[in-house]
């Protein structure tokens, strides 16, 4: 029997305002313990939640971004349970009523579009940090501390409809998804730092069944790949026992990626009961449409639609609108660039060739880099000139990117200028003739390929630096003679 | 007359004319406290230091010809279920028996800056769950009227030293009555204001949809001074609302010719001891004589307003109490092995039998399953209770009723019958629940005990009621008379 996985994404994401959901607080990452807090948001007897209002307006963008619906009126609720990482023993989220209902993004796996179903956007509150003394975990600590500067971090929870039915596509959603935060400016989409997490529900039935199969919760993918590779195990796993006659249990199982296998971590019986009731401390969330309509305004151009423009105005292949676009601080770099230099291809060639290799081994992204767009186009335009090759411009980007020093600096330390006078090549040409005439006479007789030996040893002469055209031209000239 | 015996309006009239200073205003309130306080008990913390520098402060501010606020050198006690910074704050629990809280509640940061005086903290029913005071997981107050009953609650700590002299002026919160129940019993007047008139900000949550903070004082003039001074928005509470507040002294008139006002038929009914009915009918029959037009009404609703009550706080405080775990501050049970024994003997050491009680009953009321049948059935009557107070202030610009069944009952009378106990609160509760204002005045003694008269007005009415209020007391006697301590 063939069986398909019907799957769908729960992904928690950390919005990038300054302040925390509920208090005044800073969000910023990697502060000492313990410092980014105040009485509010580490559970005080008698504080108050007020909510900021920066954080409604990132979830209505994501959900005018994602076409969902605002809601009129939205309600916070109160999750009881208790935790130590949780000071209030209970973590304020919408529950029945979220902000957004609905909405959808349409992705492309394999050559194919995949429409997948947004079934609601809501916000909450993020928890703290426990640290244990003297072990990595719990297992083997002698002690634990909690830091709250986490706390109150603000979450949006988006949650698709189950209309996934592979790891591939819930990975190229996952990237598409990322691409869209980052391009609103709402989270850094930052897997391994946690800023942006993904939970899946997974069930596996025949092909042709209508009914669901009983599904997993599946827990802990932190990168890209390994929602991928989470999911193809849990697949895998389901399908066994499906084959084997064995049933699924409903139970949350997480990933652990250096055995590639799902453990479950606690069954249905085993679940909270949270409790939901109406967060009486906060009123309900009713945002004006007017707001909103100010809100839609601040999106600015979308992956895909850019991605289509680059394809449609300047003529770029699909793989190079792509890779150019799946990174937000790449795409303006490349329009930043487009500014100054009309040559799309050969601009959208080096950054995705030498440039991208650059950063690659130094692991950093464009935004770390030492040279400004101006700066890349002035090479660009030395090369287009012939002042320099293209083989030695090479050498010298990565001189520019390593010194911070614009083009016209390495090519003087480094006289890399390419040699264009005619006079000066005519007196290395005559040399090399005279030092050849092996070759002079080979070619005269009708040995076309001696004339490509001559070249190089024009060029060896020059150490490269001559100007390959110019030789040429010069070379076929003098032969002629 | 000593200085401690006096009305907050009274004190301010003397230290505008020089004819005294905060510190011997304070002086002389912390003598009454020695005098009276281990009769009463009516204080968790005092503040005595503490008061006579800000005393001192005071003078020198006056001294350098400063404008004084009502409240200026006035001494003000505070419920122990308000966060001070700096001072010990308990919610009458051993759970909290080590809190100092690091910031203070917006209600004490305002009367701070009107130049108040606070003279210390006041015991209360553990987490304001209570109606005697008995639940205070430290002692047990005495009704300075007669010191073998209690002084009601939870706020009886507030509302026994207001009677006792020992305090100007005190905050109470007011859950289900926990500001006019001890009040009534007390002889003194409180009111209960509007949700999200006053702050609820630095409040130890009870119920958050219900608890709202109020005065407990002398007179009815101090009632509206104090409300003055801790009533507005406030940016830290988003369910405090924001209106602007007016001057509430300029309500205080002595006239009710032609105001409509209601009798409500439920709250005179059955439970309600018979003495206490009479005052209720000799008061309402007086507002009549002073011109206003008096009428029974009828709101059957009310009679599920304790049911309703008992499933929502409950829910609540099941929710609000959690925090108390042990890990960030409070009680921590030295003896645990795990985080899960830490939890559960940190609150089986720090929680009383009342506030288990209501977790218990909370937690049952949300649980799966339940939810429906308990929680969103108890909201539906809220609805109802509100619709039936809108119906009837249609027709009506206050409505009377006793504050409590009875006068005050005698300690440990009711302690091993909670249901009897919850049932005390059956005329306040249901002004909880509606959310709106209701003011408890003496209306005359039974026994030599207090009676309460509670008049009742619509959200944002605290004018009415102080006019109606002022003017019942402008025309009796019974707010002048003390006890003897």
Known sequence: MKYEAVIGLEIHAQLLTESKIFCGCSTKFGAAPNTNICPVCTGQPGVLPVLNKKVVEFAIKTGLALKGNIAKHSVFARKNYFYPDLPKNYQISMYELPLVVGGHMDVTVDGKAKHIGITRVHLEEDAGKLVHKGAAGLKGSTGSLVDFNRTGVPLMEIVTEPDIRSPEEAKVFMQELRNLLVYLEVCDGNMEEGSLRCDANVSVRPIGQKELGTKTEVKNMNSFKSVQKALEAEIKRQTDMLESGERIVQETRLFDDTINMTTPMRSKEEAHDYRYFPEPDLVPVEPDRKWVEEIAKTITELPGAKRSRLMKDHGLPELDATVLTDDKALADFFEECLKLYKNAKNLSNWMIGDLTAYMKAKKIGIKEINITPAQFIEMLNLIDKGTISRNSAKAVLVKMLDGGKSVNDVVAESGATQISDEGELLNIISNVMSNNTKSVSDYKIGKEQALFFLMGQVMKATKGRANPEAVKKLLIEALKK | ?485
């Open chain 2, 1 to 485: 007359m000593e200085l401690f015996e006096l009305t907050a309006h009274e004190l301010h009239a003397k230290l505008d004319k020089r004819e005294t200073s905060a510190e011997e205003i304070v002086k002389s309130v912390l003598g009454r406290i020695s005098k009276t306080e281990n009769k009463v008990s009516a204080f968790m913390t005092i503040n005595i230091d503490e008061a006579i520098i800000k005393a001192k402060e005071i003078d020198d501010y006056i001294a350098s010809g400063k404008k004084l606020t009502p409240l200026t050198g006035i001494p003000v006690a505070i419920k122990d279920n308000m966060c001070t910074r700096g001072i010990l704050t308990t919610a009458s629990s051993k759970i909290l028996r080590n809190y100092i809280p690091p910031y203070n509640a917006t209600v004490v940061e305002k009367i701070l800056q009107a130049g108040a005086i606070p003279i210390g903290k006041t015991n209360l029913d553990e987490f304001a769950m209570g109606s005697s005071t008995e639940n205070s997981a430290y002692k047990v107050t005495k009704n300075p009227w007669n010191l073998g009953t209690v002084p009601g609650g939870s706020s009886g700590g507030s509302a026994a030293c207001i009677a006792a002299d020992e305090a100007i002026l005190a905050f109470g919160s007011d859950t289900g009555g926990s500001i006019r129940q001890p009040a009534s019993f007390c002889g003194v007047v409180g009111l209960k204001p509007t949700y999200g008139r006053v702050s609820r900000y630095g409040l130890i949550a009870f119920a958050s949809s219900l608890d709202q903070i109020g005065p407990l004082t002398k007179d009815v003039t101090d009632a509206a001074i104090f409300l003055n001074a801790m009533a507005g928005h406030d940016p830290k509470d988003s369910t405090s609302v924001d209106l602007s507040v007016p001057d509430y002294r300029k309500s205080l008139i002595d006239d009710v010719k032609n105001l409509k006002i209601g009798v409500i038929k439920e709250l005179l009914g059955e439970g309600i001891s018979s003495s206490v009915k009479k005052s209720i009918l000799e008061a309402a029959e007086l507002l009549k004589k002073l011109g206003a037009k008096v009428e029974e009404v009828s709101m059957p609703t009310l009679k599920y307003g304790v049911a309703a009550y008992y499933l929502l706080a409950t829910a609540e405080a099941s929710s609000n109490l959690e925090r108390y775990d042990g890990v960030k501050y409070g009680h921590r049970s030295a003896s645990s092995d795990d985080i899960l024994a830490m939890y559960y003997n940190t609150r089986r050491e720090g929680f009383g039998p009342e506030v288990k009680r209501r977790i218990m009953l909370g937690t049952y009321a949300l649980s799966a399953g339940y939810y429906d049948a308990y929680y969103l059935k108890a909201q539906k009557v809220r609805t109802l209770i509100k619709n039936d107070f809108d119906k009837a202030f249609s027709k009506f610009d206050a409505l009377l009723s006793p504050t409590a069944p009875s006068p005050a009952f005698k300690i440990g009378e009711k302690t091993d019958d909670p249901l009897s106990m919850y049932l005390s609160d059956i005329a306040t509760i249901p002004v909880n629940l509606a959310g709106i204002p209701a003011i408890s005045i003496p209306c005359g003694f039974v026994n030599d005990l207090p009676v309460g008269l509670q008049i009742i007005g619509k959200a944002f009415s605290e004018e009415m009621l102080f006019r109606v209020a002022y003017t019942y007391e402008q025309n009796t006697e019974w707010h002048k008379r003390k006890p003897k301590l």
